[in-house]
């Protein structure tokens, strides 16, 4: 007696399992791009509780972070190693106005910039991401129907 359930090909079963692991990423990406503007967000939140303010010098420019260097009011010159928040714009060598927590300096952002400023291009790389996912999701389907 032949089993009432057969097995799928297994063409079909990779095809879905395909699709599964990308909507997994999806899934990921997801919760990534979710939470990047959140801690940007809880970021700001510290920076405003205790603010400081100064004139800080970028000292150099590159991919993933911006140096600045700045001086406090107490004379301790800040580096932050993490570079500044929301640099976008800034070049080696201008004099730029920054935030800062007083409580830990090295947390500092260009003053009047905020997580807001990450909406945009999380946003973007979100939907850029799904609408590929969906893509080769619908050529899977599309592929696995012809066979």
């Known amino acids: 007696m032949?089993?009432?359930?057969?097995?799928?090909?297994?063409?079909?079963?990779?095809?879905?399992?395909?699709?599964?692991?990308?909507?997994?990423?999806?899934?990921v990406v997801t919760l990534i791009c979710v939470l990047l503007p959140l801690a940007s967000w809880r970021d700001d939140v510290a920076i405003e509780k205790r603010m400081g303010e100064?004139?800080?010098?970028?000292?150099?420019?590159?991919?993933?972070r911006t140096v600045v260097r700045y001086a406090?009011?107490?004379?301790?010159?800040?580096?932050?190693?993490?570079?500044?928040?929301?640099?976008?714009?800034?070049?080696?060598?201008?004099?730029?106005?920054?935030q800062y927590d007083r409580g830990n300096p090295e947390l500092v952002r260009v003053a009047g910039r905020t997580a807001v400023l990450s909406l945009l291009p999380v946003g973007t790389f979100l939907v850029s991401v799904w609408v590929v996912i969906a893509a080769v999701v619908t050529v899977l389907r599309r592929f696995g129907t012809q066979v």
């Open 2 to 27: 032949e089993d009432a359930v057969t097995k799928p090909p297994l063409g079909v079963r990779v095809r879905r399992a395909v699709v599964r692991a990308l909507f997994v990423v999806g899934g």
């Open 54 to 64: 100064a004139v800080a010098q970028v000292d150099s420019v590159a991919f993933n």
């Open 72 to 98: 406090t009011p107490d004379g301790r010159v800040i580096i932050p190693p993490q570079g500044v928040l929301y640099p976008e714009g800034l070049n080696v060598g201008d004099n730029v106005r920054v």
